[in-house]
């Protein structure tokens, strides 16, 4: 009987034991199904889709003739958890502009099942790379033009599989529980495009490249020397680094090869350097800013620009304070803003210039700014949001901006960590300050700006209840 006895108390102890065991196991696994839940919790999905155009399509300036060994790239970010989903995308094109802004924003949209006004999209503007503006390319046919860097065959091509991308990166998101934000300056690629003369004018640009020894011994001027880094964690392993900094992305160009030029080397190199996370990089306000000062247009400057750029994003990186993130640390704000048009601007004017052009680029120049001006008249406005990351934000603007609205939001808020990301829709052309027409140049000189003066006031308004919140 003791043997029956003992024999029957070792199976009450195992049972006990296993029951134990399989609620212990269940709790566990109903815990990891809890944390993994894309509905509860903040989850990250990435993307990054070819966005280089094939041989004989049109680049900014002329056909493309063949393919670096870095093509162009459509990268980007769904972040999901935190009320709708949200798409960051950054595309390596000199300008997304118009109905072709809005096919883009609405295709992330559908395939990440969110609306369009929680999807930022922005180009790099290198210049050896296509543009894309489906107003302009309907206005041109409709007035018997056939369109060369506005025919939007391979825009649409891309759409759908940027779109199928999205799709493909959902189902494989990744939980998201530690945000890291660094910055670091970039030494001698950034300098200020406008030099001003005693008389308070504008006079010679200092471009992109400039081999006058004259212009190029003038200081840098009004940059931000900065880039920064915002980066995405899952624990200890990173998944993506959203990388800003405000310049004009030319070291030369006009070469027929579809390639990424210097930020999209400096890209390269640091994903080469921390490969679990997809690096996604974005231009600032960079538009009255670029390299001329430290570049003088030879082929062997693009990789000298590229390491300074890598270099200050290795420092950045090295330099990230990461800390926890929930949903409850995600905010998502809009502003729509109807941007003042400029003065110069007329139908019936741009019209005669597309059917009288002595070139395609005259005309496609005059169809972008028609599309542009028809818009504005029907009620168009762009939307200026901003991504709240606990103390980070991170603001999303239009076109070729001008330095000083980046400089202006950083001092605006410096109990944050702010950066921006600029060349939007790229409708408007370039946006200068108030001042700055005044002062002349290229950059707001009717052939380049298509708005009035006065947008200062809009977006400076937009920009400060943007980070009042």
């Given at each position: 009987?003791?043997?029956?006895?003992?024999?029957?108390?070792?199976?009450?102890?195992?049972?006990?034991?296993?029951?134990?065991?399989?609620?212990?196991?269940?709790?566990?696994?109903?815990?990891?199904?809890?944390?993994?839940?894309?509905?509860?919790?903040?989850?990250?999905?990435?993307?990054?889709?070819?966005?280089?155009?094939?041989?004989?399509?049109?680049?900014?300036?002329?056909?493309?003739?063949?393919?670096?060994?870095?093509?162009?790239?459509?990268?980007?970010?769904?972040?999901?958890?935190?009320?709708?989903?949200?798409?960051?995308?950054?595309?390596?094109?000199?300008?997304?502009?118009?109905?072709?802004?809005?096919?883009f924003r609405q295709t992330l949209a559908d395939a990440a099942e969110t609306d369009v006004q929680h999807v930022a999209v922005h180009t790099l503007h290198q210049h050896d790379a296509?543009?894309?503006?489906?107003?302009?390319?309907?206005?041109?046919?409709?007035?018997?033009?056939?369109?060369?860097?506005?025919?939007?065959?391979?825009?649409?091509?891309?759409?759908?599989?940027?779109?199928?991308?999205?799709?493909?990166?959902?189902?494989?998101?990744?939980?998201?529980?530690?945000?890291?934000?660094?910055?670091?300056?970039?030494?001698?690629?950034?300098?200020?495009?406008?030099?001003?003369?005693?008389?308070?004018?504008?006079?010679?640009?200092?471009?992109?490249?400039?081999?006058?020894?004259?212009?190029?011994?003038?200081?840098?001027?009004?940059?931000?020397?900065?880039?920064?880094?915002?980066?995405?964690?899952?624990?200890?392993?990173?998944?993506?680094?959203?990388?800003?900094?405000?310049?004009?992305?030319?070291?030369?160009?006009?070469?027929?090869?579809?390639?990424?030029?210097?930020?999209?080397?400096?890209?390269?190199?640091?994903?080469?350097?921390?490969?679990?996370?997809?690096?996604?990089?974005?231009?600032?306000?960079?538009?009255?800013?670029?390299?001329?000062?430290?570049?003088?247009?030879?082929?062997?400057?693009?990789?000298?620009?590229?390491?300074?750029?890598?270099?200050?994003?290795?420092?950045?990186?090295?330099?990230?304070?990461?800390?926890?993130?929930?949903?409850?640390?995600?905010?998502?704000?809009?502003?729509?803003?109807?941007?003042?048009?400029?003065?110069?601007?007329?139908?019936?004017?741009?019209?005669?210039?597309?059917?009288?052009?002595?070139?395609?680029?005259?005309?496609?120049?005059?169809?972008?700014?028609?599309?542009?001006?028809?818009?504005?008249?029907?009620?168009?406005?762009?939307?200026?949001?901003?991504?709240?990351?606990?103390?980070?934000?991170?603001?999303?603007?239009?076109?070729?901006?001008?330095?000083?609205?980046?400089?202006?939001?950083?001092?605006?808020?410096?109990?944050?960590?702010?950066?921006?990301?600029?060349?939007?829709?790229?409708?408007?052309?370039?946006?200068?300050?108030?001042?700055?027409?005044?002062?002349?140049?290229?950059?707001?000189?009717?052939?380049?700006?298509?708005?009035?003066?006065?947008?200062?006031?809009?977006?400076?308004?937009?920009?400060?209840?943007?980070?009042?919140?």
């Amino acid at each position: 009987m003791n043997s029956i006895h003992q024999a029957a108390t070792y199976r009450k102890i195992h049972c006990r034991t296993l029951i134990l065991a399989v609620a212990l196991a269940y709790a566990c696994w109903a815990a990891v199904l809890s944390w993994a839940d894309p509905a509860t919790d903040l989850r990250i999905a990435t993307f990054d889709t070819d966005a280089t155009p094939p041989v004989g399509s049109f680049l900014a300036y002329d056909p493309c003739t063949g393919k670096g060994e870095l093509g162009l790239r459509a990268r980007g970010l769904v972040l999901t958890g935190a009320d709708k989903p949200i798409v960051l995308c950054a595309v390596d094109w000199i300008g997304i502009a118009s109905e072709g802004y809005d096919a883009f924003r609405q295709t992330l949209a559908d395939a990440a099942e969110t609306d369009v006004q929680h999807v930022a999209v922005h180009t790099l503007h290198q210049h050896d790379a296509p543009g894309c503006d489906f107003t302009a390319e309907k206005i041109l046919k409709e007035c018997g033009v056939t369109p060369q860097r506005y025919d939007g065959t391979f825009a649409r091509e891309l759409l759908q599989r940027l779109g199928q991308g999205v799709r493909e990166a959902l189902a494989q998101s990744q939980p998201i529980t530690h945000l890291g934000l660094g910055s670091a300056p970039v030494r001698e690629v950034a300098s200020n495009r406008r030099i001003v003369g005693p008389d308070g004018k504008v006079g010679p640009m200092r471009g992109s490249s400039c081999k006058d020894a004259a212009l190029r011994a003038e200081p840098e001027g009004l940059i931000d020397p900065d880039v920064s880094l915002v980066s995405f964690w899952n624990g200890d392993a990173p998944v993506a680094v959203l990388s800003y900094y405000a310049t004009h992305p030319q070291s030369y160009y006009r070469t027929g090869i579809a390639n990424p030029d210097f930020p999209g080397i400096a890209r390269f190199l640091r994903q080469l350097a921390a490969p679990k996370a997809l690096h996604i990089h974005f231009d600032g306000a960079g538009g009255n800013v670029a390299a001329g000062k430290y570049n003088d247009g030879s082929p062997e400057n693009r990789l000298a620009l590229a390491e300074r750029l890598a270099d200050g994003m290795r420092r950045a990186w090295e330099a990230t304070e990461r800390m926890p993130i929930t949903k409850e640390d995600v905010r998502w704000s809009v502003l729509p803003v109807a941007l003042p048009v400029a003065m110069h601007l007329e139908a019936t004017q741009l019209q005669a210039q597309i059917r009288e052009a002595k070139s395609m680029g005259e005309a496609e120049d005059a169809a972008r700014k028609l599309g542009w001006l028809q818009r504005c008249e029907a009620g168009y406005c762009i939307d200026v949001s901003c991504l709240a990351l606990g103390r980070a934000r991170v603001l999303h603007l239009p076109a070729e901006l001008f330095i000083e609205y980046q400089l202006a939001a950083k001092a605006a808020r410096p109990d944050l960590f702010v950066t921006m990301a600029a060349y939007g829709d790229y409708a408007p052309g370039y946006i200068g300050t108030t001042v700055s027409y005044e002062q002349g140049g290229y950059e707001t000189s009717p052939r380049s700006s298509n708005v009035a003066p006065e947008v200062e006031g809009v977006l400076t308004e937009a920009i400060r209840e943007l980070l009042a919140e």
